[in-house]
C-alpha cells in the first residue's frame, strides 16, 4: 500500500466534534447547560434550522464559498442559530503522519464563533425551554 | 463544540485558536453510519490544534436578501476573506492510534468577520428590537472595521456612544446622550 493513502482525515474531522450543534446522529440533543475546561457553565446554543442534505440526510451547516459542492460567497458561515458576533472560518489542506509513520492527506473546515447567542434554558419537568442570552465561544471542527 | 474564551484571541487583523486536549469522537467516515447520518458508534479521541485566521483585502457588507429561515442567505455581517494555517494533533483515547500533522487554507475559500443572524436579524425590522439594534449599531460600525475583543465585549458595548448608530425611520428620534441601560433588558 502506498504511504500516501486517500484517506481524508479531515472528514473524520467534520464529524468529530460538531455534533452538539449538527442536528443528526448520537449524541442527543443536550439541553442542560454545559460545563466547560475552566469551570464556566453555558447554556446550549441552537444549530441554525437548514443546512446542506448530504447524502440523503440533513446537516446543520451550509458551505460558503464559490464552487462545486458550495453553497456561494455569501452563504451563511454559521452553525449556530440567533448569534451575533465574532465568526471565522477556512477549508485547509494539509498532511498528517500516524504513530506507524503512514502519511495521509488532511482536508478541514475549521470554524470558530464567539459572540452573544439565544440558547434554551430548561424550565418545564420535561425539560422543555426557553430562550436566555448568553455568551461564548465555540468551534466547529 | 463549546470552548473557554480564552481558547481564542481576536485582534484586529487575525483570530487564533489554541486548543488543548478537547474529547471528540472519530467518526471514522462521512456520513456514515444508519441513514448516512453520524451514527456510527465512534472512537473517543483527544485532539489539540493551533489555528490562526488572517485578514485580507476589503471588507464586504452582507444583507439578508431573503427572510427565509431555511436559506443560507438570511444573515447580516461584515466579512473579509482570510487565509488560515495551523498544526493538529490526536490520539484514540484506548492509544490504537494517533497522529499529528499541519494544513494552510491553500488558496481555498476562508472568511472572517462580525456577523448576525436569527433573532438578531429579526429584530432589526422590529420596533420592539430598537434596543438591539442601537447596541449593535455600536458593534457593527457603517465605516467596516474589525471589532476590537474590547467592543465586543457586551458591558463596554453599552458604554459606547451612539453617534452614528443606525436608527428605525419610525423609532423614537434620540437626540444627546441616551440611557442605553434603560432600553436593555
Redesign the interface.
Known sequence: MPKWQKLF????F?????????G???PPPQVLP?P???G?V?LP?QP???GGV????L?NV?S????AF?????????VI???????????????????NGNQ?A?I?D?R?Y???Y?GGTPIYIGGGTTSAKS??????? | MQIPDDAVKITDDTVTISLKNASVVDQIRFPGGTGNNLGTAGVAATLSFDITYSKSGASRHVQPTTTDPLSPFNWEGQMWNATNSGTFSLAYNDGTFSAQGSFDSAGNFGEMGFERNGSFVEDRSDAAGLSEHVLDAAKLPVNPAWPSPAQNHSNVALAQNTQGALQSPSGPNFRGKIPIRELIH
Open positions: 482525515l479531515g472528514a473524520a467534520l464529524a468529530l466534534a460538531c455534533v452538539p450543534v449538527w443528526q446522529g448520537p454545559i466547560v475546561p475552566g464556566d453555558f446554543a441554525i434550522p437548514a448530504l447524502p440523503s440526510a446537516f451550509f460558503p464559498g464559490v464552487g458550495l453553497d456561494g460567497q455569501d452563504a451563511e458561515p454559521n442559530t440567533n448569534f451575533k458576533g465574532h465568526a471565522a472560518m477556512g477549508y485547509t489542506l494539509g498532511t498528517a503522519t500516524d504513530n495521509y488532511v478541514t475549521i470558530v464567539r459572540g452573544d439565544v455568551h461564548g465561544t465555540f468551534v466547529l471542527i
